[in-house]
């Protein structure tokens, strides 16, 4: 047999596995699913030598390949990294059970009660690209909420995502929990990415992570569902009204907490009436901590070593210690700019106008929009989810930081004493 | 210019319309939709005479191509039918508003405050077959919802469905709401549906309504997603312990309600410790209402008049006089059956033991599961969602009838006095 036909003979025996899995998850006991996972964070502990040892040989094979050392780093199982592991497993253990629960009933005139009731999607699929944690952190996720996952990791995580699909498989016996329900894929073929998402009737929903270019190729190939994330153009508009002291710090906070995470800050927006006073201040501040300042025409003067803005600054996520910064004559000149440059995940006013706040809380159709907080809060822990597999970008389903929540669905439950219809 | 690339230029036109005249629906005022809705109401009062005189064009059309009968009845728009409409226009017009409600919002320990707030998908894609009254019926969900809507309707009731859209603009103006909200595919070029199914930039989500065929083709083609209604085989399950002469009621609606709707009963399911006295009287009752029944081996001799059922008859959906019925021997053998055969659309069980009906009720994977109900209630109305657009047999967003909820999203908002992270 040769290898592509191997390959999708074992993408199709995953899907299968992965769907009868799924039937007894569906049933499963959340007090299972969470044992399952404290067993997990027992084996990573008890074996973190041989763990390492796998994890070595990715290390090894990436050196020798000559990646650089920011990847390599992101490949590592440090002692640290695998602390946060274990203590990842264990808050989500000991998350509430989200199967099961009903929402309030509401009782028809003719005495039938109509709720609804919370369960698992199904077989969802992990395309991921080099960190091994992923397969630790979405598998958790995933059984958490009663789904059973096939988990698809870069190549140059090969040893240590199998050997954390190794201890996963041992966590699952004697929970009474299927033995298929997280399976991690087994080869290096690049066609196994390809056949996976064509195995609509096997997987429900994929979630990838990594790069634009990854997720732009499953887009566009894919017959399953995606819960994805594309771009994190996030904006800050600094109103009229806003208390200029606490404008300046959330500016500071939603662009340098983290540069690199999709909810930085990417443009500024500033009310002309308070920009002669605010940008120049401002300007020191991004100065002291080395942003790079890209400015419009009336902000170019207000701001000391800043350069001029091009057309590409205000589409542009740069994900580095740049920001481009427009003065705007008002409210409606920001929500223009943000209609058309956002990518709709993101945005904040700072303003003690309440009425200027309440419209831009409305008006904005990003999956997040703030008052008075820096844009870098775009986090599922920090909304109180607990956790999160990934923000979306998606309008349907899922949308914003996705925990738990967002890997389940509702079906609607009717109970009745022989009610008939017509 | 040639037809395809008129149609081509036609369809991305009305996308691009519909994405402006969305931003504005977007922050329109609820009393504004509703009193289109009404305005709309009064035209096609006012307009009878005139809606009916475009629709007879179709009819002639209708009947000197052949149609047949029940097709040509589907395409009129009787009075009863206009009054319909316009009771339901009323009905939709008089709910409340779905958009910029907030959900219950919890302080996170920084004191921020995390909500959620619904708000309309954008633009809807409705691609129908020959009623007309979707035209109205569907535009009136989705303005009411803040979406806009590009109707496509079949060539059979194209006279009908201009008409309506005309009215439809008219109904909008003096509202404040934009010209385009709704727009009607004013072609027959059977390459707009193609055309549309492209508009990824344009259109947010896509309906399908009719027959199998045009679902299959446009779930294969349409780079949009979908909310979709596919098969409706439905079961219903009579428990050993089940109260028999509700059984029998139940049974008898499930099936004869209305034989050709998604709900309806295709496979009747008994247990083998009361199929002996119960059966009998169910044939006695079908054989009274003229339903055919398809029965397996233990079934047949206790139903005089069955004929035996074949593999087949488990799989389909008969939407007609037509019931397949199997003896089980347990929960577990029907919960087995149903996993195997269900649609995943509607199933219910019959009985009086609690613990039957809770696992029934938890394990059963489909969008509506029953206790004590016969399943012809899968209905947007019967659920008091006010008005349904159709039943979604996906997983992800809308699952079940659909509502104005299914017809919106949420977005985060996040309020704060400057905290800050990290």
């Given at each position: 047999m040769?290898?592509?036909?191997?390959?999708?003979?074992?993408?199709?025996?995953?899907?299968?596995?992965?769907?009868?899995?799924a039937?007894?998850?569906?049933?499963?006991?959340?007090?299972?699913r969470?044992?399952?996972?404290?067993?997990?964070a027992?084996?990573?502990?008890?074996?973190?030598?041989?763990?390492?040892a796998?994890?070595?040989?990715?290390?090894?094979?990436a050196?020798?390949?000559?990646?650089?050392?920011?990847?390599?780093?992101?490949?590592?199982?440090?002692d640290?990294?695998?602390q946060?592991?274990?203590?990842?497993?264990?808050?989500?253990?000991?998350?509430?059970?989200?199967i099961?629960?009903?929402?309030?009933?509401?009782?028809?005139?003719?005495?039938?009660?109509?709720?609804?009731?919370?369960?698992p999607?199904?077989?969802?699929?992990?395309?991921?690209?080099s960190?091994p944690?992923v397969?630790?952190d979405?598998?958790?996720?995933?059984?958490?909420?009663?789904?059973?996952?096939?988990?698809?990791?870069?190549s140059?995580?090969?040893?240590?995502?199998?050997?954390?699909?190794?201890?996963?498989?041992?966590?699952?016996?004697?929970?009474?929990?299927?033995?298929?329900?997280?399976q991690?894929?087994?080869?290096?073929?690049?066609?196994?990415?390809?056949?996976?998402?064509t195995?609509?009737?096997?997987?429900?929903?994929?979630?990838?992570?990594?790069?634009?270019?990854?997720?732009?190729?499953?887009?566009?190939?894919?017959?399953?569902?995606?819960?994805?994330?594309?771009?994190?153009?996030?904006?800050l508009?600094?109103?009229?009204?806003?208390?200029?002291?606490q404008?300046?710090?959330?500016?500071?906070?939603?662009?340098?907490?983290?540069?690199?995470?999709?909810?930085?800050?990417?443009?500024?927006?500033v009310?002309?009436?308070i920009?002669?006073?605010?940008?120049?201040?401002?300007?020191?501040?991004?100065?002291?901590?080395g942003?790079?300042?890209r400015?419009?025409?009336r902000?170019?003067?207000?701001?000391?070593?800043?350069?001029?803005?091009?057309?590409?600054?205000?589409?542009?996520e740069?994900?580095a210690?740049?920001?481009?910064v427009?003065?705007?004559d008002s409210?409606?000149?920001a929500?223009a700019?943000?209609?058309?440059?956002?990518?709709?995940?993101?945005?904040?006013?700072?303003?003690?106008?309440?009425?200027?706040a309440?419209?831009?809380?409305?008006?904005?159709?990003?999956?997040?929009?703030?008052?008075?907080?820096?844009?870098?809060?775009?986090?599922?822990?920090?909304?109180?989810?607990?956790?999160?597999i990934?923000?979306?970008?998606?309008?349907?389903?899922?949308?914003?930081?996705?925990?738990?929540?967002?890997?389940?669905?509702?079906?609607?439950v009717?109970?009745?004493?022989?009610?008939l219809?017509?």
């Amino acid at each position: 047999m040769n290898t592509a036909s191997s390959t999708h003979t074992t993408m199709l025996e995953l899907g299968q596995q992965a769907r009868a899995a799924a039937r007894r998850l569906r049933v499963s006991s959340g007090a299972a699913r969470s044992a399952a996972l404290r067993a997990l964070a027992r084996l990573i502990d008890e074996q973190t030598a041989w763990l390492q040892a796998e994890n070595q040989r990715d290390l090894d094979a990436a050196a020798e390949k000559g990646l650089d050392a920011a990847l390599v780093e992101r490949l590592r199982l440090s002692d640290k990294a695998l602390q946060t592991m274990m203590q990842g497993l264990r808050q989500v253990a000991d998350m509430p059970d989200p199967i099961g629960s009903l929402s309030a009933a509401a009782v028809r005139p003719n005495g039938m009660r109509v709720a609804r009731m919370r369960v698992p999607i199904g077989v969802i699929g992990i395309i991921y690209e080099s960190r091994p944690n992923v397969t630790v952190d979405a598998a958790a996720l995933c059984l958490k909420s009663g789904n059973a996952t096939i988990l698809r990791g870069g190549s140059e995580a090969f040893h240590s995502n199998r050997a954390l699909g190794q201890l996963i498989r041992q966590s699952l016996q004697g929970t009474g929990l299927p033995e298929h329900a997280v399976q991690v894929v087994d080869t290096t073929d690049r066609a196994a990415v390809g056949e996976m998402v064509t195995l609509t009737e096997f997987i429900d929903v994929i979630i990838p992570r990594g790069g634009k270019s990854l997720i732009a190729r499953l887009a566009a190939e894919s017959k399953i569902p995606l819960i994805k994330h594309l771009d994190g153009n996030c904006h800050l508009y600094v109103d009229r009204a806003a208390q200029p002291d606490q404008a300046l710090d959330i500016a500071i906070n939603a662009k340098t907490y983290r540069c690199g995470i999709c909810g930085a800050m990417e443009t500024l927006l500033v009310h002309a009436d308070i920009a002669a006073q605010w940008l120049p201040q401002a300007a020191r501040r991004f100065a002291a901590v080395g942003v790079e300042l890209r400015a419009c025409e009336r902000a170019l003067p207000l701001m000391p070593g800043s350069r001029p803005a091009t057309e590409d600054d205000w589409a542009t996520e740069y994900l580095a210690p740049i920001l481009a910064v427009r003065v705007v004559d008002s409210l409606d000149e920001a929500l223009a700019h943000i209609e058309r440059y956002s990518s709709e995940h993101t945005e904040s006013i700072v303003t003690q106008d309440l009425a200027a706040a309440e419209r831009f809380q409305r008006e904005v159709d990003s999956s997040s929009v703030y008052v008075n907080l820096p844009t870098c809060f775009a986090d599922g822990y920090e909304y109180g989810l607990g956790a999160e597999i990934g923000i979306s970008t998606n309008r349907l389903h899922a949308r914003g930081p996705v925990g738990l929540e967002g890997l389940t669905i509702e079906k609607w439950v009717l109970n009745g004493n022989g009610q008939l219809r017509g």
